[in-house]
């Protein structure tokens, strides 16, 4: 049997390409998934992937995340979807009518005009209808894989990861929480004996690696990331630079997360440190750069059946392809080029 954990990204709808990616992981029969840490929408991927699979294996975990994708608007009936695939192609277009729509660019404007604390309770999260459909006693027991949602603390600035007894509905939400649309989420610490205020965990940890460092975890740790790392065009006008910034800042984190990795196995390697006296982490990474390319902030925050099929799609076959070659080296070394990458 083959153990991996999961590093599960954050980027609202686009957590569709995640879920096209496990619901492909799940057919490996000798792979089994250790530990998850994720972030906003990875965070609800994690939750549901943990809630399935700990009452009903991997069936369970594949039913669990067709139920969350279909509340967000999915299509997952077989006759349906099969009408919906020829037009998943044209995600890219659906995704620029939005995002140059009037509708969208009030939206947009409101979004910086106003803050949550205006309209608080006349609007609702919308995620609390998706969280609350969850098995929370499937989800904190120890069946399964470890699960770590991760957060920011307003006050500190620093990453809060929630864990077993921990986790909840609120954890969830304060992990997807985005500080232009809703209000802090207020959760208590035992630590400070206080109730903090969190917002969105992918600007701390989109998501955090280090929960997966623990010595009873595999060494390998499998990415799958939907925020693209690169952009060849650089961003001219206002949406395309507002979705570039996104983009910047929640990747950071994670790979300042992946530069520490690099430096641990050069120390490693090097005989600088004994080896066993660290992790050494096998580092791999699963993505369609080319899609989210095509894609922007506006398909993350307005979902529609046609793009979150073409995510589905390319998070499927961008972990066939893993598989296909890479399998082999799971347990065995990293696939992830950090020495390119931090040369």
């Known amino acids: 049997m083959i153990r991996l954990n999961l590093a599960l990204q954050g980027g609202g709808a686009h957590g569709a390409l995640t879920w096209g990616a496990l619901d492909r992981l799940l057919d490996e029969a000798d792979i089994e998934v250790a530990a998850i840490s994720g972030t906003s929408a990875g965070a609800l991927n994690a ?50 009518a939005i995002e140059y729509s009037p509708l969208y660019a009030v939206f947009d404007a409101a979004a910086r005009m106003m803050t949550p604390a205006m ?27 470890e699960l770590h949602i991760c957060a920011t603390n307003v006050r500190t600035g620093k990453i809060r990861v929630f864990t077993g007894s921990e ?14 649309l809703f209000e802090a989420i207020e959760i208590y610490d035992p630590k400070t004996e206080r109730e903090e205020s969190y917002w969105d965990g992918g600007y701390t940890g989109n998501p955090a690696l280090f929960p997966l460092y623990l010595p009873h975890l595999p060494d390998d740790i499998l990415i799958v ?14 949406p395309s630079i507002q979705n570039r910034i996104n983009e910047i800042s929640f990747n950071s984190s994670l790979l300042r997360e992946m530069r520490a990795i690099n430096f641990v196995k050069r120390l490693l390697h090097g005989g600088s440190v004994p080896k066993g006296s660290m992790k050494d982490v096998n580092l791999h990474m699963v993505g369609d750069n080319e899609l989210m390319n095509e894609l922007s902030v506006a398909s993350k925050l307005f979902p529609t059946p046609i793009t979150l099929a073409r995510l589905f799609e390319a998070g499927h076959n961008a972990m066939d392809r893993f598989l296909a070659h890479h399998k082999d080296d799971l347990g065995k070394r990293g696939t992830v ?4 990458m931090f040369g």
């Open 47 to 96: 939750a549901a992937f943990k809630s399935g699979w700990a009452t009903g294996g991997r069936d369970g975990a594949r039913a669990a995340l067709g139920d969350l994708w279909e509340q967000v608007g999915a299509v997952t009936d077989p006759r349906l979807a099969e009408w919906i695939a020829p037009w998943s192609d044209t995600a890219r277009y659906v995704t620029k």
């Open 167 to 180: 986790l909840s509905s609120k954890a969830i939400l304060a992990s997807a929480c985005l500080p232009t």
């Open 225 to 238: 990331n939907i925020n693209p790392l690169e952009r060849e065009e650089i961003p001219l006008d206002g």
């Open 119 to 145: 309209y608080g309770p006349f609007i609702r999260n919308p995620l609390e209808k998706l969280t609350s459909r969850f098995d929370w006693e499937a989800i904190c027991s120890s069946s399964g894989p």
């Open 337 to 340: 080029d950090l020495e390119e």
